[in-house]
């Protein structure tokens, strides 16, 4: 299973843009990258997810690198409820119903 | 849409018993995904449930078990309960028409072994 590298924190203040990189350079050709996040106390929750292209949702955008070794997530005003661990997950549509999750990233988001 | 519903919510158990959590997935959704959140360790992957049939699963010792039932209702079941299994079990459903259909998850149960 292909992995996925990230920061172990990062800070952010409120209603400012964050970005969270993720690396993955052993990505395969069929390999969908995944965001999900989990509150604290909750269960994880789905973000977005992309495969080549640029991705935008109403909770955030993916942007993912042309060679695929690369890609971030972009909340663009961020909120207190965005404090999160934040997964970047590498989906192989053949290995169904499992995500990889890495250590993901924690982000704080300060008033 | 009523969300993923796990019970019990808290469990507390002694060592060698064995516990049996239940997972109520999104209506229409027929795969049952199940995985283990522990400090050390994060989340890990235990089993997927697909039409009653197990169709992937995790590292983990044959403790651990699980079924899905007709209705996609999903149970796991663990044996002879050690301490290391204290953890946070999560289930999640999807509808999966396709490969990368999204997971949703429950809010887990928390499992504690004394």
């Known amino acids: 299973d292909a992995k996925t590298t990230q920061p172990n924190s990062m800070e952010s203040n409120e209603e400012e843009p964050v970005h969270l990189p993720c690396n993955h350079s052993t990505i395969s050709g069929t390999d969908y990258i995944h965001w999900y996040r989990q509150l604290p106390s909750q269960g994880p929750e789905y973000v977005i997810h992309g495969l080549t292209s640029n991705v935008n949702n109403r909770m955030a955008s993916l942007a993912i690198a042309e060679d695929r070794k690369s890609s971030t997530l972009i909340l663009h005003r961020a909120t207190l409820r965005d404090a999160a661990v934040y997964y970047c997950i590498l989906r192989d549509p053949s290995n169904t119903g499992k995500l990889i999750f890495g250590q993901g990233t924690t982000l704080q988001v300060k008033p | 849409k009523a969300g993923v519903t796990q019970t019990p919510r808290y469990l507390i158990k002694t060592r060698g018993q064995q516990v049996t959590l239940s997972c109520s997935p999104i209506?229409?959704?027929?795969?049952v995904s199940w995985y283990q959140q522990t400090p050390g360790q994060g989340l890990q992957f235990l089993f997927e449930y697909f039409s009653e049939t197990q169709r992937n699963k995790g590292n983990f010792p044959g403790r651990f078990s699980g079924r899905q039932f007709s209705n996609s209702r999903s149970e796991m079941n663990v044996s002879t309960l050690e301490l290391g299994d204290s953890a946070l079990y999560l289930c999640a459903s999807a509808m999966l028409t396709e490969s990368t259909d999204t997971q949703y998850f429950g809010p887990g149960t928390r499992l504690t072994v004394l």
């Open positions: 209506s229409g959704h027929r795969s």
